[in-house]
Each structure stands twice: as C-alpha cells, then as structure tokens.
T-cell receptor, first 117, second 110 residues
Framework: DQQVKQNSPSLSVQEGRISILNCDYT??????FLWYKKYPAEGPTFLIS?????DKNEDGRFTVFLNKSAKHLSLHIVPSQPGDSAVYFC????????????????FGEGTQLTVNP | NAGVTQTPKFRILKIGQSMTLQCTQD?????MYWYRQDPGMGLKLIYY???????DKGEVPNGYNVSRSTTEDFPLRLELAAPSQTSVYFC?????????FGPGTRLTVT
C-alpha cells in the first residue's frame, strides 16, 4: 500500500526553466508535507514543508503547492540550476493528529531531476 | 554543531554476523528514526523513538533492534545478518516536523 507516490522516476529540464515535481497521496489523515533533496552518497536534506491549512508555501526559488481535494502536491523550482540536479523525495505525516506515531514520515519513491546547462 | 553523525560509513558483513550501526545527534532532538533505502525506492522506516527510553516499530522492523538510553544516541542492531539487509541505512532526528538526516551507512551482506 503505497500511501505516497511520485509517478515520475525522472525529469529533465533546461537551466533557467521551471522544474515541476509531482506527488500524490492517499491517506486523508496526512496533514503535513515535506520535500527533501538527495545527492548521491549523502543523506536527504530538508527543502521545504507545508501544512494542510495552507495551499502554498514559498522559499526563494522553491514553492510547494498543496491541493487537498485532489490529494496532490507539487514542488516548483524557478529558475532551475544545474546544482539542483538530485533525487527529490516528497514525504507526508499525520503530524497534528495528537498521536506519537504522527511524527513518522511516509516517503515517496523519489524523482531524479536533471538540469541541463 | 555536527548535526546527525553515523558510523561506520561502509561495512561488509557475512551472512549470520551481527553488528551495530551507531547514530548520534547533538541538537537535543526528542525524536529519532532509522530508515533503509533500497535502490530505486523511497525510505522505509525501521524503528523510531519519541524520547529516551521509548522506541516503536516502523514499517520494516524484522531483523533489527534498537535502544534509546540517552537523548543523543540511537543505535540500530542487526542480529544474524541476511542478504535482504543489504541496503543504505539513514538515521534522522527531529524536534517535531522536519527530520534531519545523517550521511548514511552502506551495508552489504554476502
């Protein structure tokens, strides 16, 4: 039962253009969503998050959009840079459920982003 | 502030051997986690802890054990290693919300 799904294993964009990475989830209890970036041979690095009371959160070149009715979130990177080439994971939790298990994250399979110079 | 540190970085085990993967964080986070990542897959939660003395199973706990005697340390024990445990293991800590990951341990069981 894959509760968080990233349907695109890879994405290739030109430097300077927009990168859009997508993520779908099935568990309606999820109320907190995160994006992580991972370079080879390193641990994942936290990028940006959004709680279910918002539909957009922006941090510099990175914006996360949440569509609760569609159970869909996306990460926009504008403009894309070659250093953004990495695997991007979306993750979700039931953080505000009040249970200690709400601290757990469920991860998608990841999308390999390649930004070409 | 070193963040989350993991040792060793690499290890090769023979089937049936045991080992402990070490994880330490210096951010005074209550929550700590162990994940494994297999090729082409996302991270799967093995065990987690919400504070010293409290641990709970994640999605894939079989073949592993943990303990949390201090806030800083969260070691993962593999007993009777099997080839299916070949993976990259990540430890993470969190104050609540975002989790912060260590660099990983690449384990091969042959």
């Amino acid at each position: 039962d894959q509760q968080v799904k990233q349907n695109s294993p890879s994405l290739s964009v030109q430097e300077g253009r927009i990168s859009i990475l997508n993520c779908d989830y099935t568990n309606s209890m999820f109320d907190y969503f995160l994006w992580y970036k991972k370079y080879p041979a390193e641990g994942p690095t936290f990028l940006i998050s959004i709680s279910s009371i918002k539909d957009k959160n922006e941090d510099g070149r990175f914006t996360v959009f949440l569509n609760k009715s569609a159970k869909h979130l996306s990460l926009h990177i504008v403009p894309s840079q070659p250093g953004d080439s990495a695997v991007y994971f979306c993750a979700a939790s039931a953080r505000f459920s009040g249970e200690t298990s709400g601290s757990r994250l469920t991860f998608g399979e990841g999308t390999q982003l390649t930004v070409n110079p | 502030n070193a963040g989350v540190t993991q040792t060793p970085k690499f290890r090769i085990l023979k089937i049936g051997q045991s080992m402990t993967l070490q994880c330490t964080q210096d951010m005074n986070h209550n929550y700590m986690y162990w994940y494994r990542q297999d090729p082409g897959m996302g991270l799967k939660l093995i065990y987690y802890s919400v504070g010293a003395g409290i641990t709970d199973k994640g999605e894939v706990p079989n073949g592993y054990n943990v303990s949390r005697s201090t806030t800083e340390d969260f070691p993962l024990r593999l007993e009777l290693a099997a080839p299916s445990q070949t993976s990259v293991y990540f430890c993470a800590s969190s104050p609540g919300g975002a989790q912060y990951f260590g660099p990983g341990t690449r384990l091969t069981v042959t």
